[in-house]
């Protein structure tokens, strides 16, 4: 259904345009495709902006698809490029940069920056945000909605069992030692509430990543043509994400699924997790007990991975369609447009400016959860981003589904995770 | 004149037919099986002659050879149990018994609802602890189980979805084979006192064969075919526990964009239908019939 509308869409717009060639004074027309991942009338939050952007800029017209989920719309835009009518810009993650270098299907940010005003723009953003947007010294995106892991815990259970409730466990030992007064056993052995969870179904490599960055390791190098799974931080790290469920048993074996994981919390069947930055509203509503929310555990050091969406620019259209996609982009990811982006969605803003914004002091004031991401910028490290990303990504988590659900060591599931990486990363190095 | 005219005419009623199969299934099967053989260009990268190598990579792939074995154990758990079921299910509401209209409509119910919308009421059924079936089975002292979320019982827990949905598509057809059993038969055996066991075996059984054998060819297609529920419920995880052929070549042509290899992989699948298919109307189509 979703591609039919596309599709239709697309032919329709692929119409429109060859109208609008013929006559001279007509707008210049770009599409932009974009994902929802999330909860909320995000449809019609997007419909508002454009309509604010094209009161601003008379001579652009943009025409949103609403693209299904990530890889839908990564999906979407690549057989649209291949059969020559690509979208002028698109959201998708920023880990799927090398994917579509190596289809040559975008054009770099770098040759529409001339003025000092979009210099500055391009400089605002978060450099963490950007190692994942950049390759060859060229800025390939831009962070358009960006989002991290937090932690909660249940307020009242921690009160049950006499810890203080408004403290939660600050490093890898305390969660262990909290999750074990946490863990409710019944009498016949079957475990009412667990301590601790993690969620581990799809990108469950995002979650061991944070666990990597605190123990001081890298999962991969910034090249996106070498990974480091079976070095010791990242073998250690799995080791102690499985050692919760296998060994100090305060974390429900096996795969735990993203979606089943707040429900858990809500249900009070789970008394710390830690989830996605994009689930505070959803807690906040839905947790039907006080909740702490913080950032991530440390060990060795703070740490905590992002993720997200970038905006691209494509290749293989008119240059001043380019410009008018650039102008676009520019204005959406501006310090207002990303601070409301940021209100309405619960994603993090990308630019510290966006912070700055009286709408957001306003928001943060009236609910201060919504810092917590914020505070947790300095510690976040570059998603894992490489060629043939998709399937590097499939690879590790493989190897973690196959350690929590205690079919493989750790250390084996890593090195066999590595040596796969290293067959298919092979081409793409020097 | 003539002539020519009689010989347009027929070529041009199959034209609409013949573009559409040339269209959508000849030509890219041709040019899946040519892909198969070049490795996947991309945009800085043009394809390359490879000849047999994603073939041969294929052996040391472990992913695939989970997968097929995942689906050789898909097909024989869900095949015999599919056909046992629907045989059963036909032969209840085939009998004189009250209610029949409601059971008839409540077995076809599962192949009425979309794949898509039964895996995600069985995704709720499957959820440890709060689920229906853990809710169920704990009334009897059972403990949570992580039902999707364990490589032991994940594909297990598929085949059970895929049998309740198929078992009330192939009941129709036993049903249908089943009222064409003239009664003469069952009186005669009535007149001779056979039991009731006797007359299924001998007689019922027989007869219906040639239904099972076209039942058996659709149930087999299907367990390569159908991979809705594997998307939404288990993505092939945990670690490819539940990871079927299909699934995999979706996987890698759509989401890893390997065309040339998910070629070579859409080729073997189609080997193993042909072979299964081959086997089924050359050898056992000899047998079916009650002679």
Known sequence: MNSWTGWIKGALAGVTMLG???????????????????????????????????????DIRV???????YPETIS?????????????????????????IDEDAIVPFDDFVRTDEEKAWLEGFFPVFMVNSAHDGKTWGVPFQRGTTLFFWNKDAFREVGLDPEKGPQNWDEVVEFATKLTKREADGNVSRWGMQVPSSLTSYWLLQGYVAQNDGKIADETGTQTHFDSPEVVEALQYWVDLAHKHKVMKPGVIEWATNPKDFFEGRAAMITTTSGNLTNIKTNAP?????QILPEHKKRGAP????????????????????????????????????????????????????????????EFPGALVPHEQIPYMVPELSTHEN???SRVIDDAIEASLTAKKEPAQALSDAQKEADRILEDYRD | MKKTN?????????????VLLAAFTHIPAVMTFINSFYRTPRGNRPARFVGMDHYSSMLSDPVFMAALKNNAIYALGTVPAAIALSMLMAIIVNSAIRGRALMRMSFFLPTVLPMIAVANIWLFFYTPGYGLIDQFLGLFGFHERNWLGDPDTVLGSLMVLAIWKEAGFFMIFYLAALQQISPTLSEAAALEGTSRWYFFRRVTFPLLMPTTLFVMINAIINSFRLIDHVIVMTRGGPDNASTLLLYYVYNVAFRFWDTAYASALTVVLLAVLA?????????????????
Request: glycine content about 8%.
């Open chain 1, 76 to 100: 979407k835009a690549l057989t649209a490029y291949r059969a020559g009518q690509p979208p002028e810009v698109a959201v998708m993650l920023s880990t799927d940069m090398y994917t579509l």
């Open chain 1, 289 to 293: 007990f006080p909740f702490g929310v």
């Open chain 1, 20 to 58: 609008a060639g013929a006559a001279q004074a007509a707008p210049v027309e770009i599409n932009f495709y974009y994902p929802v991942a999330i909860g909320g009338p995000v449809t019609k939050i997007v419909e508002d902006l454009i309509a604010r952007f094209e009161g601003q800029y008379p």
């Open chain 1, 306 to 365: 992002t993720s997200g969406g970038n905006a691209y620019i494509f290749n293989g259209v008119a240059p001043e369609k380019q410009e008018a996609a650039f102008q676009f982009v520019k204005w959406l990811s501006s310090p207002e447009q990303a601070a409301e982006w940021s209100i309405k969605t619960g994603y993090i803003a990308a630019r510290e400016d966006a912070w700055a914004t009286d709408a957001m002091k306003a928001y943060v004031a």
């Open chain 2, 6 to 18: 009689n010989m347009v005419v027929p070529w041009l009623l199959l034209l609409p037919a013949t």
């Open chain 1, 63 to 69: 025409k949103p698809v609403y693209s299904g989920t």
């Open chain 1, 390 to 392: 998709q399937r590097i």
């Open chain 2, 275 to 291: 072979l299964l298919a081959f086997v089924q109307f050359g050898v056992l189509d000899r047998k079916v019939h009650y002679k």
